[in-house]
Every structure is written in structure tokens, then in C-alpha cells.
């Protein structure tokens, strides 16, 4: 069946850093555009970043641009985000999802930024 576990979340001060992983089975992972989602309490999920199957495109949210960056491991099954300077506001539970239409979303792990 489709999994996807996400991992790598925690407590951090602000200008901090972590690494979000999201490690896929159950499907053809290299096929797939992979997603990072958060959302923060009494908001709505918002899209964090994407990259495509193979890599060569990516996109971010304009509140992330230059501090965080998305990346995959086609041959681990897994989707990375490195966060670097971050800041109150980007605590949330973090998700990852598969694809853009056969959509399959992970539990998410909970990023807390706070002194």
C-alpha cells in the first residue's frame, strides 16, 4: 500500500535549521512530482515547495524562497527539505504529497520555531 512517513521535525530556536525527510513506498516514486505542505494552526495548508520527478523543476512559496530548499533521492524514495533561518512564523505540521491529481498525502511532523 502507499506510505508516506515523514520525519525530521522538532523544537528549534529562531535562524535555526532542519531537515524535513519524507520517505515513499508502495508506488513509483521517480515517476511522481513531490510536494512539501504545512499548515499552522487556525490556517489553511499552504504549499511549501515542489519538485518534479526527475528534479529539473521546483517551486516555492514566496515566504520560504532562499531559506528553504526542496530536493529528492529517486533511488531512497525520498523527498527532503532542508529549512535553514527559520523564524516563529514557519511553525506547523508539515506534509508531504504525492502527485498533482492521484494525490496521497503523509501524517506531517510538527516543526516548532521558538526561543
Known amino acids: 500500500q502507499v506510505q508516506l512517513v515523514e520525519s525530521g521535525g522538532g523544537l528549534v530556536q529562531p535562524g535555526g535549521s532542519l531537515r524535513l525527510s519524507c520517505v515513499a513506498s508502495?508506488?513509483?516514486?521517480?515517476?511522481?512530482?513531490m510536494t512539501w505542505y504545512r499548515q499552522a494552526p487556525g490556517k489553511e495548508r499552504e504549499l511549501v515547495a515542489a519538485?518534479?520527478?526527475?528534479?529539473?523543476?521546483?517551486n516555492y512559496a514566496d515566504s520560504v524562497k532562499g531559506r528553504f530548499t526542496i530536493s529528492r533521492d529517486n533511488a531512497k524514495n525520498t523527498v527532503y527539505l532542508q529549512m535553514n533561518s527559520l523564524k516563529p512564523e514557519d511553525t506547523a505540521v508539515y506534509y508531504c504529497?504525492?502527485?498533482?491529481?492521484?494525490?496521497?498525502w503523509g501524517q506531517g511532523t510538527q516543526v516548532t520555531v521558538s526561543s
Open positions: 508502495g508506488f513509483a516514486f521517480s515517476r511522481y512530482t
Open positions: 519538485i518534479t520527478s526527475a528534479g529539473y523543476n521546483i
Open positions: 504529497r504525492r502527485g498533482t491529481s492521484d494525490v496521497y
